[in-house]
Nanobody, 123 residues
Framework: QVQLVESGGGLVQPGGSLKLSCAAS????????MGWYRQVPGKQRELVAV???????NYADSVKGRFTISRDNAKNTVNLQMNSLKPEDTAVYYC?????????????????WGQGTQVTVSS
């Protein structure tokens, strides 16, 4: 059974930094894209950043220059370094991965999501 487990959320003052981490576990054959989304109550979940298995990245305009996504393919982890945080970055952040894993007795490729971690930027 594949699981994505996030860590690193919390409360930080405006201008501060946080680092989110996400580890994928299970019988995983390959991980393709990994990324982070965020959601605030009453709004749709939005893409924050994504990174391919080859290391190509894409960011939401609102976080460019402040957030950095990285991954460790050997450890099946993805990180999000968030600097110069603003109150509008407050949200629940979700890790996601598109991966090929053993489900029952067959390899299946699909998207998986973590449980989410709260990030609150407030003075």
């Amino acid at each position: 059974q594949v699981q994505l487990v996030e860590s690193g959320g919390g409360l930080v003052q405006p201008g501060g930094s946080l680092k989110l981490s996400c580890a994928a576990s299970g019988t995983i054959f390959s991980i393709y894209a990994m990324g982070w989304y965020r959601q605030v109550p009453g709004k749709q979940r939005e893409l924050v950043a994504v990174i391919t298995s080859g290391g190509s990245t894409n960011y939401a305009d609102s976080v460019k220059g402040r957030f950095t996504i990285s991954r460790d393919n050997a450890k099946n982890t993805v990180n999000l370094q968030m600097n110069s945080l603003k109150p509008e970055d407050t949200a629940v952040y979700y890790c996601t991965a598109n991966l090929l894993a053993l489900v029952a007795t067959s390899p299946v490729r699909r998207d998986y999501w973590g449980q989410g971690t709260q990030v609150t930027v407030s003075s």
